[in-house]
């Protein structure tokens, strides 16, 4: 096995180790490598969210299905794990199907989550408008659906979804480019990697590159559309290609998911760039266990606009919880988060989520009645 193989493979396989650590109920132990966690004045700003302070009490004995878009996106792995972790507080039963990112497994996952005849369905990244065909089959069979970034904007109430958990995308991407135009102090050359599968990724990098012609002497060299079901396999020709074209004029990198940097820092390393050296990589998401690190480290990566997503599982179980009951949706919004080196927690655990200070576990149970 070639050296970028092996790294990429580790790349790839990271979201599945965590997944099985947190699944079965075990957390890896402490080390020297950093937590995601943001410092003091990061959390500040998380303890004044207004969340939901009121809705209906926990329905018992249900039964959810967790649809993922691909597992091995650390951000719906986080949420799936959020999800686990707020049912097993309700009581309920949560059973995970993996459509891995296959358009060949779409259908028979769908049909195995009908076939599961759940209380109701979360939708772990899947695009509600692409995946409509199968929406309007899990609506025929009067199963009620949440979304986790399955829409552009978060209200969704389309395609039959009733609630589009996210941090607004708009906001998360003004967030990752005005990074950009300050850093660069207003003049920077960008490649923005984006991938057009989803509406969330497109309105993310619309923003980007909206935010980027603001600034007079910001040139977007290129939006470059890459799967990231395939990112492993394409990123490495994708970078030689761009340094080949670009080269000192690609000062910048802003991507919609930091799935571009996991391979991306190899195939730099290999062509012997720094890790403090342009290209200056930020993401608009999702806040990955590997994001922080490189983050922490000053290797490949400058900053992240995370998910709480462990917060999000939590919270599309309680959008469920109300609209399983007639009620509607709680409207809450997480506002963007920026994390950088200069703000990123000094504790020491191995891998961990971005976790807000809002005492949210606590204030769900109190709303469902499951209170210890």
């Not at 996210?166 to 300050?182: F, I, K, N, R």
């Amino acid at each position: 096995m070639t050296m970028r193989r092996f790294v990429w493979v580790l790349g790839a396989l990271w979201p599945f180790l965590l997944f099985f650590f947190v699944m079965h109920g075990g957390l890896l132990a402490e080390t020297s490598l950093p937590s995601c966690r943001s410092e003091a004045s990061a959390k500040k700003a998380t303890a004044h969210w207004r969340l939901p302070q009121t809705g209906p009490p926990a329905l018992d004995n249900q039964s959810v299905v967790f649809i993922a878009e691909d597992l091995r996106n650390g951000g719906v792995l986080g949420v799936g794990v959020g999800v686990r972790e707020a049912a097993a507080a309700m009581g309920w039963k949560v059973h995970f199907l993996d459509i891995g990112g296959r358009d060949e497994r779409r259908q028979q996952i769908f049909k195995r989550a009908r076939e599961l005849s759940p209380d109701g369905v979360i939708l772990g990244g899947v695009d509600a408008q692409k995946n409509l065909l199968y929406i309007e089959q899990l609506h025929s069979a009067s199963i009620p659906m949440i979304g986790w970034h399955s829409a552009a904007d978060c209200k969704a109430g389309q395609s039959w979804v009733r609630w589009d958990v996210a941090t607004d995308p708009g906001l998360v991407a003004q967030a990752a480019a005005s990074y950009v135009v300050e850093h660069a102090q207003g003049k920077a050359g960008v490649v923005l990697f984006t991938d057009s599968r989803f509406g969330i990724a497109l309105k993310k990098s619309e923003a980007m590159a909206e935010r980027l012609a603001e600034c007079g002497q910001c040139t977007l060299l290129e939006v470059v559309d890459l799967s990231l079901e395939t990112v492993g396999e394409e990123m490495p020709g994708v970078v030689k290609r761009l340094m080949r074209q670009y080269g000192k004029r690609w000062q910048y990198t802003l991507a919609i998911n930091d799935l571009y940097f996991d391979h991306a820092a190899s195939i730099l390393a290999m062509l012997g760039h720094g890790p403090c050296d342009p290209p200056y990589n930020i993401s608009a998401g999702d806040g990955s266990a590997s994001a922080f690190i490189r983050i922490r480290k000053n290797i490949y990566q400058t900053a992240t606009v995370p998910e709480p997503l462990l917060f999000h599982g939590w919270q599309c179980v309680d959008e469920l919880n109300r609209v399983l009951q007639g009620k509607e949706p709680s409207g809450f919004i997480a506002p963007p988060v920026l994390i950088t080196r200069e703000n990123i927690d000094r504790q020491k655990k191995m891998l961990d989520f971005f976790e807000p200070d809002n005492g949210y576990r606590k204030i769900y149970l109190r709303i469902w009645g499951r209170e210890v």
